[in-house]
């Protein structure tokens, strides 16, 4: 069987209808996470599961429309769908070259991925908020500033406290229910042949 | 049904797509001109609201999300924006006039789009505008994407709410210190995952079966008309916003 390719392969009806549930999945975690009280976000895991089964464009798609979603209902929210897009898209990216198949190789996706975040939440909160938007680590940020830290390094910072942990754990449960998903199931994403193909290679050194 | 549609009050009994344009033509409005223009855009935003009988739920969601934003990010900017002419100082704080000028305008700008949108998610019925953008050539699969999430949210809310009971009764505690609760997320996620992908599968299968990706023409259930005012509407609403655009660029090159 030849390879899948292009945006329209990836865009099968399997991607279509779990684009929706991705975008469920996304406000559900953000609501776990609420009631459990954690200090996180938590609320792209869905994306990320959907980039890295269905590569780039529907993982930015995917990130795009579900903050858009949510912003019917918060508007405030809606500068942020850019940094869920970008995110979508790099994420596919990594997942299509094979950096989602091996625990160090995700570490290191993981860590690209926080870095990017950091940088476009430091742009947009800029450009859109002058800084200080509405989340908890705004009020970090201004501590910070007028305690004496310059504007910069207080934002990169303040923004770092808050998205390296949580990308790493948006990361990590994709990972983890990729990990555990059958070859049929993969087959059926433009992205699966990635998977099956790491699990033959593995398969293979044990022998 | 016919009853029903007539029920639908103000801008709620336009075509779909006609309040779209006036949503978008509100929110260009509100973020081309200053403050001024913007506050009177967001209040023509509240009127048009109330004419169509949701003003009292668009006022309370709009003072609880957007003019929150406002005065947090109002504050902080007018506080910690590096600045040299101080209007107001207290304590540790003070209030500079570089700050206040740059917080007037982003504040203004994220309540004109802000309340736009909102108003959008009011006065729009997805349904609607789904139907009307299909029979425009929009593909029936982006916008099943759009109307389906809308129902699978509550759908998976009450799935999450079961695996949570479940693991709370297999003894996984929710409500102790930050450590536990963090463990208590994974195995309320995993199973979340696991069956809404299983739940994908089927739909597949289920959406097959009634012809989805078939490649002819299908019936609507659902029709919409689109009146001859609506179409005047939407060529006026078309005007006003060419009309602020150029007066903006004119104003623009004026104060150069």
Same mark, same amino acid.
């Given at each position: ?26 406000? !559900?975690?953000? %609501? ?21 089964? *269905? ?27 850019? !940094? ?10 990594? *997942? ?20 990017? *975040? ?23 940020? *201004? ?47 433009? %992205? ?14 044990? %022998? | ?9 103000? #801008? ?11 949503? #978008? ?72 006039? +570089? ?7 982003? =504040?203004?700008?994220? &309540?004109?789009?802000?309340?736009? #949108?909102? &108003? ?14 299909? +029979? ?36 996984? +505690? ?28 089927? /739909? ?5 079966? /009634?012809?989805?990706?078939?490649? =002819? ?35 623009? #090159?004026?104060?150069?």
């Amino acid at each position: 069987m030849t390879e899948k390719k292009g945006i329209k392969a990836d865009f099968n009806l399997i991607t279509i209808l779990i684009i929706p549930i991705a975008i469920a999945v996304n406000f !559900i975690c953000g %609501n776990l996470v609420l009631t459990l009280k954690l200090p996180l976000y938590l609320d792209s895991i869905g994306t990320f599961l959907v980039a890295i089964l *269905a590569g780039p464009w529907v993982g930015a798609l995917t990130g795009l429309l579900s903050i858009a979603i949510n912003s019917i209902a918060d508007p405030s929210l809606l500068p942020f769908a850019l !940094i869920a897009g970008v995110l979508g898209g790099v994420t596919g990216i990594f *997942a299509r070259k094979g950096m989602f198949t091996k625990f160090w190789k995700f570490i290191v996706s993981a860590i690209v991925a926080s870095v990017v *975040a950091v940088i476009m939440s430091v742009i947009v909160s800029y450009v859109f908020f002058g800084g200080f938007d509405t989340s908890g680590n705004s009020i970090l940020i *201004a501590g910070m500033i007028s305690a004496g830290v310059p504007f910069w390094p207080a934002q990169v910072i303040g923004n770092f406290i808050s998205e390296v942990p949580d990308k790493f754990l948006s990361l990590l449960v994709p990972y983890l229910v990729i990990r555990g998903m059958s070859d049929r199931y993969l087959y059926k994403f433009s %992205n699966g042949h990635v998977f099956i193909d790491a699990r033959k290679a593995e398969k293979e050194n044990t %022998n | 049904m016919k009853n029903m549609e007539n029920k639908r009050k103000g #801008i709620k009994s336009w075509n779909p797509l006609t309040s779209l344009y006036l949503i #978008i033509v509100l929110a260009v409005v509100s973020i081309l001109f200053d403050f001024r223009i913007t506050l009177l855009t967001v209040a023509l935003m509240i009127v048009l609201a109330a004419v169509s009988g949701e003003g009292a739920s668009f006022t309370k969601l709009w003072l609880k999300s957007l003019v929150l934003v406002c005065v947090i990010c109002f504050a902080l900017q007018s506080l910690f924006i590096p600045g040299e002419d101080v209007l107001w100082s207290f304590w540790i704080f003070a209030v500079k006039r +570089e700050g206040v000028q740059k917080a007037v305008v982003l =504040c203004s700008r994220i &309540l004109g789009v802000g309340s736009a #949108i909102l &108003l959008g998610g009011k006065l729009i019925d997805m349904k609607h505008l789904t139907a009307v953008l299909e +029979e425009r050539g929009m593909s029936p699969a982006a916008t099943y994407v759009l109307l389906s999430t809308a129902n699978i949210i509550p759908q998976m809310s009450k799935k999450m709410s079961a695996i949570l009971d479940a693991q709370r009764s297999r003894g996984i +505690e929710t409500d102790s210190s930050l450590l536990v609760r963090a463990k208590a997320f994974f195995p309320s996620v995993g199973p979340l995952l696991l069956n809404a992908l299983v739940s994908a599968e089927e /739909r597949a299968i289920t959406l097959e079966a /009634r012809a989805f990706s078939a490649p =002819c023409r299908k019936t609507k259930l659902r029709e919409i008309a689109d009146t001859p005012r609506d179409k005047a509407l939407r060529a006026a609403l078309i005007s006003i916003l060419v009309l602020a655009i150029g007066g903006r660029i004119a104003l623009w #090159i004026a104060l150069k």
